[in-house]
């Protein structure tokens, strides 16, 4: 069923009103100045963990440049080292090389007189074979192709004899001076304080053709 309101009185117009619970401006505003008085808190705060981590930050990098640094620093002296231990065995290796020279000198010159050895041992093999008895040779020099003989002997003909002998054997041969007697060549005769009559020759044998 309908109700239908013929004559309608004139309503008033309701305004309606908010009414906030338990908030008042001073309310509001109290809350707005704890709320500002927080964040004046906070940002100290905010600036010390700031602070804080920046500082652990840098202090990380420090630590680790320092590390790094004292890598370098261990790095530096190995090599330090190790170029020091590198010019020493250098200079032993120099010394070693030294060494070397010194010896190959001395084997070619060991080498030399062998050689030298081997080929003026069959000459003088060859001159003192050829003594006859009562010759005796005061010296025998060698150089190079000729072999200067000296000595003396009571008979003048054992040294002509030994002179024909080993004369042989070298392709020239000749009488040289003495040197206590330059004025004299060939065989010279003396007299000992004894009385004695002896008799010195030299002479010299050139390029030995072997036997």
């Known amino acids: 069923m309908i109700n239908i309101d013929l004559n309608p ?3 008033k ?5 908010f009414h906030f619970k338990g908030l008042s401006l001073t309310s509001i505003k109290d809350n707005l100045q704890l709320r500002e008085d927080l964040v004046l808190y ?3 705060f ?3 963990l700031s602070t804080l981590g920046l500082y652990l930050y840098i202090d990380s990098k420090y630590t680790a440049l320092e590390e790094e640094r004292k890598s370098l620093e261990n790095q530096i002296n190995t090599y330090k080292s ?3 231990n590198a010019n020493k065995i250098k200079k032993e290796f120099e010394k070693i090389l030294e060494e070397e020279k010194k010896i190959q000198l001395k084997l070619k010159i060991f080498e030399s007189l062998t050689s030298q050895k081997k080929s003026l041992t069959p000459i003088l093999n060859t001159v003192v074979t050829k003594i006859p008895d009562g010759v005796w040779l005061e010296s025998v020099e060698l150089d190079g192709n000729i072999c200067r003989v000296t000595g003396s002997s009571l008979n003048s003909q054992h040294i002509i004899n030994f002179y024909k002998n080993v004369s042989l054997y070298f392709e020239g041969a000749n009488f040289g001076k003495l040197k206590d007697k330059q004025e004299v060549q060939g065989i010279v005769r003396q007299v000992s304080l004894s009385g004695t009559v002896y008799y010195r020759f030299s002479f010299e044998l050139l390029k030995y053709k072997g036997l």
């Open 82 to 84: 190790l170029q020091a």
């Open 42 to 44: 906070l940002i100290p």
């Open 13 to 17: 117009k309701t305004t309606k009103k």
């Open 9 to 11: 009185k004139k309503r």
């Open 46 to 48: 905010v600036t010390l």
